[in-house]
């Protein structure tokens, strides 16, 4: 199971940065996971003004586990 992860960085400052956790996950495929990072990747911009993505990753989760 992997869990989404986007890092979301200050445009005017970018050592302002804050890791965005996925809450539809977690997700049995890589490549849907991969899908939702973009996906969150491409609303940034509404939801939080002035911030950009910055980085990506899917987070391979132990078994047993739902989140990081």
């Not at 869990?3 to 495929?29: H, M, S, W």
């Not at 910055?54 to 586990?65: I, T």
Request: glycine share 4%.
């Amino acid at each position: 199971m992997f869990q989404a992860i986007v890092l979301v960085c200050a445009i005017f400052d970018p050592t302002n940065c804050i890791q965005l956790e996925d809450q539809r996950g977690p997700y049995k495929i890589l490549r849907n996971c991969e899908n939702r990072c973009f996906e969150i990747s491409q609303h940034v911009h509404t939801y939080m003004p002035g911030f950009k993505p910055v980085k990506w990753r899917c987070a391979k989760l132990k078994k047993g586990k739902l989140s990081i």
